[in-house]
């Protein structure tokens, strides 16, 4: 018998409603033969353009798709992945092929009509993980990962046509299909591990920042130069993010006011040692506020240290520190009467339960703030828990440069504990 090709599909997404404005954020293909041979693979996270949706569920930030093409510029690579297929299939296919489909309806390209198989069905129903477990099988791990549950979803599926001779029936009877080409430019295809390690690599701007002549020791720690160039960092880092005019200005700042590489590091130590004596000042650090320090140190180029003695040397000194950091909370600035938005799913935990929009609002306009449902030039600040967030409230914060605070600072500075 010859065999015949099937392209399974796996779609992650920023919701589950293609028809309005959700969008794919990762596409995966595995190309299998009715042998049970597998035959060519495509993988790559996707911009969508927009917000990234429920992180929760697919795993995914705005930071790890910030690098990854749109979804065009891997179309035509999705199309040469499924050459040769004859049928299309994966588990709750129709959900994946409805999105393929909006997305190719986008570039003004219509995928042909096929065979649609799905494993949900055949196995009698239940998610990915459940019917592998039902019928003994392993799955290939990282649930609501394109890849690996393209993969699952192929076993699986070598598993079920085993007892079903009428699907393998219909799969042989199967005409060729003549996938489109699409001539749009190309991008390289990004996957999770390789967003990820460029993430974890030091910032471009912190290499020209401390591109300085090293110095013996720090000539004197206590220059006000020095505290200047600590305020600005502390308003550039209230979103946890450094964007492009963010690093020129800390470059040029630096540069003008002649500090030195020594007095730089210790600025950005300085800073994160700060965040991390106000982090235990209440005897406890949460892993909200673990990820935090996390983010700020990777953004100063102090990843590498150890946490869990920075974190028993805070606690042993807080006794000292304590007047210092009641002064600092101090002069935080008053957002009573600001007019603030929010966006994005929000992570963060308040007494145990976590903080929905309408508890977010409510947080907020208890600290005397104006909430407002979208983001004008009248809004004073936005607030959100991904950085680098590309929803539409986020675009236009950015387009009419609104303050823009990333939550974890937002709740400290109105005393909010999470």
Known sequence: MTTKAIGVVDVETTGLFPFRHDRIVEVAVVLLHTDGRIGREFVSLVDPGRDIGPSSVHGLTSGDVLRAPQFGEIAGQILEALDGAVALAGHNVRFDRQFLDNEFLRLGCTLPSCLNICTMQLAGGGNLEECCRDFGLLSEGGRHHALADARTAAQLLVHLLGDDPRTVQQIQECAVVRWPQITL????????????????????????????????????????????????????????????????????????????????????????????????????????????????????????RDWDRILAEATARLASARQRVAASRATVSNLAGLRVCFTGELQSRHEGIPITRQLAEDLAAKAGMVVMDSVTKACDLLVLADPNSQSGKAKRARQYGTRVMHEAVFWKTIGVRI
């Open 185 to 304: 430019a190309r991008k390289q295809p990004v996957t999770r591990e390789e967003s990820r390690r460029q993430q974890a690599e030091e910032p471009t701007y912190l290499q020209e920042l401390l591109r300085r002549r090293p110095e013996p020791a720090l000539s004197d720690a206590g220059d006000g130069t020095v505290i200047a160039y600590g305020a600005l960092l502390d308003r550039a880092l209230e979103d946890r993010c450094i964007d492009p005019s963010e690093a020129d200005a800390l470059i040029e700042t630096a540069t003008q006011w002649g500090l030195t590489r020594s007095q730089v590091e210790h600025a950005h130590r300085s800073y994160l040692d700060h965040l991390v004596v106000v982090a235990v000042s209440d005897g406890t650090v949460t892993e909200a506020e673990r990820r935090d320090l996390k983010s700020v140190a990777h953004l100063l180029g102090q990843a590498n």
